[in-house]
């Protein structure tokens, strides 16, 4: 089975709000993590990336956290907007290796007006 | 720089017939992934190439193969086209296994 796996499949949040969505690694090993976004119709896109060395890391509007004793990885978005509207992967990877990356199934965020 | 490109972008087949799509990669990127999308299985790897050379493969029968250039463009053949080979293809490339992945658009494959 996958070994990175989603809390919540759907997330409703009000516009101006601030948005989580949590993924769960299995793969101790793993340590390169990837949040994408996708929006309908198109393919995913690159949001922000994590090493394990780190434990937090931010970007426009966005952090990932990232705590390896219990496994668990997420995305904060601030100020949630419209545009934000789409699904969300996690994916993960052992970086020293030559794997694919292993994806989740993927969080809908609905962001309401 | 330009972004990962797929051809074609929609197609519809039927039972039994092939079908080849293509890839081209962001330049200087050497590793191109291949994916299989559908609502009910998500995001599945199916192989990725580097330097022409297959270096991972995901569970899919031997129907799906791919191939890649000199050139770091890649295709994907799917050949006796099944009912449930409908989905969305979507291609990813990268300068390593390991690195950071840039997806395309997308295929999307409809077989009657």
């Known amino acids: 089975g996958e070994s990175v796996g989603l809390h919540l499949p759907t997330l409703s949040v009000q516009e101006g709000d601030n948005s989580i969505i949590n993924c769960a690694y299995s793969?101790?090993?793993?340590?390169?993590f990837i949040w994408y976004k996708q929006e309908s119709g198109k393919g995913p896109q690159f949001i922000i990336d994590?090493?394990?060395?780190?434990d937090k890391r931010q970007g426009q509007r966005v952090t990932v956290l990232l705590n390896k004793t219990v496994k668990h990885l997420s995305l904060q978005i601030a100020a949630t907007q419209p545009g934000d509207s789409a699904v969300y992967f996690c994916?993960?990877?052992?970086?020293?290796?030559?794997?694919?990356?292993?994806f989740g199934k993927g969080t809908r965020l609905s962001v309401i007006a | 720089k330009a972004g990962v490109t797929q051809t074609p972008r929609y197609l519809i087949k039927t039972r039994g017939q092939q079908v080849t799509l293509s890839c081209s990669p962001i330049?200087?990127?050497?590793?191109v992934s291949w994916y299989q999308q559908t609502p009910g299985q998500g995001l599945q790897f199916l192989f990725e190439?580097?330097?022409?050379?297959?270096?991972n493969k995901g569970n899919f029968p031997g129907r799906f193969s791919g191939r890649q250039f000199s050139n770091s463009r890649s295709e994907m053949n799917v050949s006796t086209l099944e009912l449930g080979d409908s989905a969305l293809y979507l291609c990813?490339?990268?300068?390593?296994?390991?690195?950071?992945?840039?997806f395309g658009p997308g295929t999307r494959l409809l077989v009657l």
């Open positions: 990813a490339s990268s300068t390593g296994t390991a690195e950071t992945q840039y």
């Open positions: 793969n101790s090993a793993s340590d390169y």
């Open positions: 994590i090493r394990s060395n780190m």
């Open positions: 994916a993960e990877n052992i970086n020293s290796g030559n794997t694919p990356l292993v």
């Open positions: 330049s200087g990127h050497r590793s």
């Open positions: 190439y580097f330097s022409e050379t297959q270096r």
